[in-house]
């Protein structure tokens, strides 16, 4: 089975910053990575797909790049609406693979 | 406008049975995989199970082979059957739909999610 390394676990960051989450595959998974974006009480949103897609109606700030093991998501401006979980997703390969996900927290 | 909605969960005893079901509209059911995703409560997303277009189905590995995931594409309807539950199995159950039959990027997977239904296996 396939492992995602999702890291940080945990972050706090402020309105403005740059904030960068990475996805580690234990085998190479080309661009077959989503990212989605969950807020409490929420149903999970996605945000990128092929790696490095922007789903239609999400911001431009969100970025997506990588292909094979290493993957990252990129917010250029956090925003504070942007405060939320993010999770990563690999379906290359079943059984498919959530990330642990990253709670980007207010400093 | 698609839509995906679970129904189904609600309270049952360990060892106990549940059927889920996934009502889906807005777009070509038959042509689409659809998935099970499970949320623990304050916990991550767990991916539960898939069923293809062509009705070829993947399981995680630690169902240990008490969930059954099935579609019928006459009623729009993806169904996932969970036996022997225990207090592990207490989670919300999305279901998720994609990839398209023909999509070979990964464009259509994930793309849309069912609002949750609450399975409760109490201790």
């Known amino acids: 089975d396939i492992q995602m390394t999702q890291s940080p676990s945990a972050m706090s960051a402020s309105v403005g910053d740059r904030v960068t989450i990475t996805c580690r595959a234990s085998q190479g998974i080309s661009k077959f990575l989503a990212w989605f974006q969950q807020k409490p009480g929420e149903v999970p949103k996605r945000l990128i797909y092929?790696?490095?897609s922007l789903q239609g109606g999400v911001p431009s700030r969100f970025s997506g790049s990588g292909s094979g093991t290493e993957f990252t998501l990129t917010i250029s401006s956090l925003q504070p609406e942007d405060f939320a979980t993010y999770y990563c997703?690999?379906?290359?390969?079943?059984?498919?693979?959530f990330g642990g996900g990253t709670k980007v927290e207010i400093k | 406008e698609v839509q995906l909605v679970e129904s189904g969960g609600g309270l049952v005893q360990p060892g106990g049975s549940l059927r889920l079901s996934c009502a889906a509209s807005g777009f070509t059911f038959s042509s689409y995989g659809m998935n099970w995703v499970r949320q623990a409560p304050g916990k991550g997303l767990e991916w539960v199970s898939y069923i293809s277009s062509s009705s070829s189905i993947y399981y995680a590995d630690s169902l240990k082979g008490r969930f059954t995931i099935s579609r019928d594409n006459a009623k729009n309807s993806l169904f996932l059957q969970m036996n022997s539950l225990t207090v592990d199995d207490t989670a919300v159950y999305y279901c998720a739909r994609g990839p398209y039959q023909y999509d070979s990027t990964g464009w259509s997977a994930f793309d849309y999610w069912g609002q949750g239904t609450l399975v409760t296996v109490p201790s």
């Open positions: 092929a790696a490095s």
């Open positions: 997703l690999q379906h290359n390969n079943y059984p498919l693979t």
